[in-house]
Each structure stands twice: as structure tokens, then as C-alpha cells.
């Protein structure tokens, strides 16, 4: 099953990647966690990306393509896989398209998380507050307020893209974790 987890920050969709990619034994690939470890390790694109970042911009689009493209390509990829943070615009979501094509694979569902933006500030606002030694820089309130104005202008429109493919499926983001779970395992079993 390969799958696309979409959603603005604080919509849950890290969470539910991880707990569905248990349930299915499908590694969850989070664009996010990858470009954070390479800020961590300091490496070439770690230093390139690390101010773009903090403040809550997309990265460039060839170097998440280019991530995404290796880590599709690896071993625990065969049985399908779960991006979470990727596409992010439309641009990416084409990009992923002739991936896949190359590879003959295609998407089998990508689940839209819907969340009310006064909850998502909520949200992280509890994350931030829960994690006040490793705290996210990207998570500070200026930093949030922009990064979801860049999920509605470069990111919203990437549910369109895949609504006319007939691949859509919106969940409703602010129910309880384990009820959003069980209907994301509903919406799985009719693929
Ligand atoms: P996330 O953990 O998914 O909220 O991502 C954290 C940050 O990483 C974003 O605010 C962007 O700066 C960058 N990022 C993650 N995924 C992408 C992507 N697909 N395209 C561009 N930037 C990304």
C-alpha cells in the first residue's frame, strides 16, 4: 500500500503515520524527521536547510524530491510506505507521480486530515510546551502563525490535485487519536 498522510502541522498525521505503519508493518517516511536528522548531523543539506527551517518555509523542491526519491527506492519500501510531510506542493505531488510511474507503482490513497486552525494552535502550542528542552525551532508562535499561511497557500492545493485523481479521502482530524486510527484502518480496508 503506498499511502500520503496529508494535513497542516499539528493535524495528527506523524502520529497516525507511525501507529498505521506499525499496524501494517509499512515504513512512514516524514520528509520533516529526515531533514531534522540531517540538520542534526550537520551534512551538506543539513547546512543548507537549517535557516529555511527555523523559520518555517518549504525547503527547495529538488532536495526533498531528490530525499524522497532514494528513500522510496530502498529495501522496506516494497511493500508500500506512508509519506508524511511530502508532497507539499503541487509541483512535488507531479514529481512524485513520474517516481512512482518509473517504478511502476502508483498511490493507492492519500488521507486528508481535517483540523480547525484555532485546535492546530492549540495543538502545537501543547507540544511546546511538553517539550521546553528540545523544543522545535520551527514551532516558536511567529514561526507556526507562517507555516501554516504556507500550508494554505502551497499546500492546501495539493488535496485538489489528488480529489480529481479520485484518491482523496478526508478524515475528520479532531476526534479522539484512537478514532481517527480506526477510521483511517475503515477507509484502508476498501482499497
Ligand atoms: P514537518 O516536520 O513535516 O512539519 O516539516 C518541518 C519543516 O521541514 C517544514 O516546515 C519545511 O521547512 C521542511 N519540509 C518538510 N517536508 C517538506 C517538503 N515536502 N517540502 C519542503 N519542505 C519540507
Known sequence: MNLVFFGPPGAGKGTQ?????????????STGDMLRAAVAAKTDIGLQ????????????DD???????????????AGGFILDGFPR???????????????????????????????????????????ADNRREDDKPEA??????????ETAPVAKFYARKGILKTLDGMQEIDAVTAD?????ATL
Open 144 to 153: 507556526l502563525q507562517y507555516r501554516l499561511r504556507v500550508y494554505e497557500a
Open 184 to 188: 483511517i484502518k475503515v477507509f484502508l
Open 63 to 77: 532536495i526533498v524530491v531528490g530525499t524522497i526519491g532514494e528513500r522510496i527506492a530502498a529495501k522496506d519500501c
Open 89 to 131: 506542493n503541487v509541483a512535488q505531488a507531479e514529481a512524485l507521480d513520474v517516481m512512482l510511474a518509473a517504478k511502476s507503482l502508483q498511490l493507492d490513497g492519500v488521507i486528508e486530515f481535517a483540523v480547525k486552525t484555532d485546535i492546530l494552535l492549540e495543538r502545537i502550542l501543547k507540544r511546546v510546551a511538553e517539550s
Open 17 to 29: 503515520a507511525e501507529r498505521i505503519g506499525e499496524a501494517y508493518k509499512i515504513p512512514q517516511l
Open 49 to 60: 536547510v537549517k535557516d529555511i527551517m527555523a523559520r518555517g518555509d518549504l525547503v527547495s
